[in-house]
């Protein structure tokens, strides 16, 4: 399992996902908009992971984001 942070399109909401892949972490978050009565359909995913060195549970961005669905523009 894997960290990821999942933003909606907009970056207004976020949920920090335990999952196997980005995809899995994307599909779990709408999911739990969707029940929370806020359904996004396009998500970046981004995987986090601790720094190296002595720095505590402060995770970074270890990739750079996702966007699902994919092949999607703006505008």
Known sequence: MKLFKVYSGDEADHELVLAKSPYQ???ITR??????GKPRH?????ELA???GDEGLIYEPNTTPIEYPKGKKKG
Do not use: C, N
């Open 50 to 52: 601790l720094p190296e």
């Open 31 to 36: 999911q739990v908009w969707i029940e929370a």
């Open 25 to 27: 972490a994307a599909q």
């Open 42 to 46: 396009q998500v970046k995913v981004v």
